[in-house]
């Protein structure tokens, strides 16, 4: 067996390609993240739990309705999106014109409020979801074993981080949602449906959060808490590389993911803080982040 | 109300927060015809504009776009209706290319200009399309936030301070192009601050002060009511 600095290629490997795999779960949630602050000008705290909701709503729609992963995948994210439209109607929209922070304490309760029903129907123990037939054997590569699944996981995020990349910063839908960004009011007064807009966004990044969750039921442990064991990593993934930014929120996602797992394999006592101190670092050279534009 | 009238309004009150801006604006303007409103800085004209598409915090009173009434409505409704808006700070938005500017506001109705028609009448936004929106020039970016509301079908145009801190040979550029919107029907409101500019091409002038409506000059008594003016204006 090979070795690089004393560690197996083997293992090395396998780091990076878990590394990858959370890399594509930061990346999808502070995508939508970031999609929702440029957007509501809101600190979504709730992000991490409607995760967890994607997880534990494909655990139960395979455990009381048979459906499988497959068609949870597509499901789970439009039901989770559409409770988001709801709330975001009935509740948010009542706070844009306040201060940040009101948006923030609201969907952190929210948060709180979702990981207690859940945690009171399911527990802390964690349900447990068997990865798709289709998958389940590893792919020889010669030089490695790789879990069919985890490349799935890192594949599908990439399409789904490229294609919302490519919808927003290439289309016309893009131009107008970036407009709104922008300066919302002028947006509205060129004849454009900013609010619906609005809502509309909400429910698209809810969606990806759920999306991931639903990625991450048969790799993670599903449970009330996974969110916000998430959540706070995700956080730093958005302030690294910068509040707003679309294509940052995807690179720093994947690249601080590949870190963390190479952390683990090189220096496992920093795997869990590696994040934080690569953040304390970019907040004291760059305070707006790697890819954040400075507020004029 | 008239089969001409394109736009009344009528006792409009506008507020910024607690702040009181208009006091009860009137006017009208028919179709087809260029009014300006003319006053001093802070005299409420670009308010006027604003309450008109649904800009300013509060408003009261009447505003009639073609026979409707819209002061409750949100902008985006009256946008629809046909009403394009030049703002005064351009609104040139840097996050998206001088052609995807252009193309933002949706289709309102038919009969907005083509691009190619608005490339001819601008070809220096043609050149420059694939450029962020701000890095373009003072004088660009002024034509293109005019450009932007030409293409929608809007008959009405809300032009603010278009001539404002614009190189001379810009500005007379830009006389042309509002008399040739005139050429082709646009109903025109035009808030400036250069009588120069707007005196030639309006039909009508307005002197607005203190939130009000002061004088009502036509195009014919301009030479008789120059005091008027110079006492309003300072000119």
């Known amino acids: 067996m090979t070795e690089i600095f004393g560690v197996s290629t083997q293992a090395l490997l396998g780091q990076l390609v878990l590394g990858l795999v959370n890399g594509s779960f930061y990346a999808l949630l502070s995508l939508g993240l970031a999609v929702i602050f440029g957007m509501l000008n809101i600190i979504n705290f709730a992000h991490g739990a409607f995760y967890m909701i994607g997880a534990v709503m494909t655990w139960m729609a395979l455990n009381y309705f048979g459906i499988s992963y497959w068609w949870s995948l597509a499901l789970v994210p439009l039901v989770v999106g559409v409770v988001a439209v709801v709330i975001e109607r009935a509740l948010l929209q009542w706070l844009y014109k306040l201060d940040p922070l009101y948006g923030l304490l609201l969907t952190f309760g929210l948060a709180l409020i979702f990981e207690g029903v859940f945690r009171n129907a399911y527990g802390v123990s964690g349900l447990p979801y068997s990865i798709p037939e289709q998958f389940s054997e590893p792919l020889n590569l010669g030089f490695m074993l790789l879990p069919k699944y985890r490349a799935w996981v890192i594949l599908v995020s990439l399409v789904v981080c490229f294609a919302t990349w490519f919808l927003i910063e290439k289309t016309r839908l893009g131009a107008t949602l970036r407009a709104a960004t922008e300066n919302a009011k002028l947006t509205q007064a060129f004849g454009i449906n900013v609010p619906l807009l609005v809502m509309l966004t909400y429910g698209f990044g809810i969606a990806l959060a759920a999306f991931a969750g639903v990625l991450a039921a048969p790799t993670k442990q599903i449970s009330p808490l996974m969110g916000s064991n998430l959540i706070i990593g995700v956080f730093a993934v958005v302030v690294i590389g910068g509040m707003g930014s679309i294509l940052g929120a995807i690179v720093t996602g994947l690249a601080l993911g590949v870190i963390e797992g190479l952390t683990r394999v090189f220096y496992p006592e920093a795997s869990a803080t590696v994040v934080f101190i690569i953040m304390a670092l970019v907040l004291l050279v760059r305070p707006a982040g790697l890819f954040g534009k400075r507020e004029s | ?235």
């Open chain 2, 1 to 235: 109300m008239s089969a001409a009238e394109y736009l009344r309004v009528s006792g409009l009150h506008a507020f910024y927060g607690e702040s009181h801006i208009l006091h009860g604006v009137d006017f009208t303007v028919n179709r087809g015809e260029c009014v300006s409103l003319l006053g001093r800085n802070g005299a409420g004209r670009t308010t006027t504009l604003k309450a008109i598409i649904g800009l300013v915090g509060k408003r009261s009173g009447s505003v009639m776009v073609n026979g409707r009434e819209v002061v409750d409505w949100a902008s985006h409704k009256i946008a629809r209706l046909g009403v394009g808006y030049c703002p005064e700070e351009r609104g040139i938005y840097a996050s998206l290319t001088a052609e995807e500017n252009l193309l933002l506001p949706p289709q309102v109705a038919s009969g907005g200009m083509s691009l190619e028609e608005i490339y001819q009448m601008f070809p220096n936004l043609q050149e420059r399309r694939a450029s962020q929106g701000t890095r373009l020039s003072g004088g660009e970016q002024q034509m293109l936030a005019l450009a932007r509301v030409l293409r929608t079908g809007a008959r009405l145009l809300l032009l603010d301070e278009i001539s404002e801190g614009l190189a001379p040979v810009i500005v007379q550029k830009l006389g042309e192009v509002v008399r040739q919107l005139k050429e082709k029907g646009f109903t025109i409101v035009l808030v400036e601050q250069n009588f120069r500019f707007a005196a030639p091409l309006a039909d009508r002038l307005y002197v607005i002060e203190h939130g009000r409506v002061a004088a009502e000059i036509r195009q014919a008594e301009l030479r008789q009511k120059q005091d008027v003016l110079h006492q309003y204006l300072g000119i």
